[in-house]
């Protein structure tokens, strides 16, 4: 008896967790989305590097807005490939936009991470459709992105927490004792 396709999803720990999470009904979606911050965080910290991260935000930093959109372009070879990538492409689009205050980086970062959890979900139902049945992979993609809609405040703090930003409250959820147990 298997313990279920997430055993053998091709991903980071942390994914197989959303995953675990996702396809067991016992959770609830908020669950679902505590299981998701973590796992995108990992992918943050291991596709991008902190020079990025600095030479990103310290674009925002400057008086002078009107050359944001090259300056970010021109970002693009330290941005690597993945969410770096996708945090310029939603940067420069929000600043062709108009938009380059000082939360433009972090509604482009959140941006990008709701892209990547639509990337995971994805990637988690393509697996599930290769070792399970469909049904059941599609199940598990729109628990995860019901969760994904429903994390958006989480969603945006982990985003500040990337870029250095301050932040008042943690995103994580930890459960402290006997009284944090499963809701009924």
Known sequence: MSDGPHRSLPMRPAWRRVAECGDNHAF??????HALIPALEQDCREEMTPQFIDAFCGLYQSLFKDQLGT?????????????????????????????????APVH????ALVDRA??????????????????????VR???????????????????????QNSSASATVKQQGLDDGVRF
């Open 28 to 33: 609830a979606p908020e669950e679902v989305g």
């Open 71 to 103: 300056e970010l372009e021109a970002l693009r070879t330290a941005a690597g490939c993945g969410i770096g990538r996708s945090l310029l492409d939603h940067a420069i689009q929000l600043a062709a936009g108009g938009e380059g205050g000082l939360d």
């Open 108 to 111: 482009a970062m959140t941006n």
């Open 118 to 139: 639509a990337k995971g979900a994805r990637h988690v139902e393509e697996h599930y459709c290769r070792k399970s049945d469909t049904p059941r992979a599609q199940d």
């Open 142 to 164: 729109s628990r995860i992105e019901q969760a994904v809609g429903d994390s958006r405040e989480a969603l945006e703090e982990l985003s500040r927490r990337v870029l250095k």
